[in-house]
């Protein structure tokens, strides 16, 4: 999938994988896509509960080898 701007937060617990994911689409124009890398496993529902609050669309989320990617569009 293409998208416009990449977060790494990998090694980081709850709340940072948000608060950072949150920092970065403000940052970026509506309809751009952020691809965030997570480990922490309650990022997925973080994710999905975020989509949700803010509006902004989870167009994916995939684990593998407990590495989490995730695809937001901004609203």
Known sequence: MNFDKELDARGLNCPLPILRAKKSLAEMQTGQVLRIMATDPGSVK??????????????????NNKEFEFYMKRK
């Not at 975020?50 to 994916?60: V, Y």
């Open 46 to 63: 973080d994710f999905a509960a975020f989509a949700k609050q803010t509006g902004n669309e989870l167009l994916s989320s995939a684990e």
